[in-house]
Every structure is written in C-alpha cells, then in structure tokens.
C-alpha cells in the first residue's frame, strides 16, 4: 500500500541489500549472540578479536556471521 500511496518503490530489498555490511547472511534459528565487554579502545587490538572469537565459538568457522556480529561489540563514539 505504501507503494502506491509514494508512486514509487521506496522499498526496493535489492537496493537495502545492497547497503548491508555482511549480504546473504544467514543466522542459525537457535543462534544467541553473546554479551560482550565492549571494546573502547584501552585494551589490546590483539587480544581483543580473540576474545570475541572465543565468545562466539559455536560459529566461530563462519566468517560472515563474525563480521556481521562484530561491529556490536564494539563501542562507537560520536565526534561533535
């Protein structure tokens, strides 16, 4: 409906497909992402992504899902 009320195809899934950090990920059902201590950037850029690795075990041999996860360990900050 929202199609017609706009005259056009707002909605597009190829173009917010297109705009995804990790396309054509697939998420295991019974998948839980774990809590993570965020990193802010005082700890180890080495030990780090090993701890995260270890966090995510269950999928640790599927990158995509990794990748996709990741950014949300992190802590982001806002430049004003």
Known sequence: ?????K???VYDLVR?????L???VVI???????VFVK??????PN?????YCNKMAEVVHDDMLLILFFQ???ISFVLS
């Not at 409906?1 to 009320?5: G, K, S």
């Not at 917010?16 to 995804?20: F, L, N, S, V, Y």
């Not at 295991?28 to 774990?34: E, S, T, Y």
């Not at 990193?39 to 180890?44: A, N, T």
Request: glycine letters at 8%; one cysteine or more; proline letters at 8%.
């Open 47 to 51: 030990t780090y992504p090993r701890s």
């Open 22 to 24: 990790v396309p054509n």
């Open 1 to 5: 409906m929202l199609r017609v009320v």
């Open 7 to 9: 005259g056009f195809d």
């Open 72 to 74: 949300d360990s992190l």
């Open 16 to 20: 917010a497909a297109g705009i995804c």
């Open 39 to 44: 990193y802010i950037g005082l700890e180890c």
């Open 28 to 34: 295991p059902k019974r998948f839980r992402v774990q």
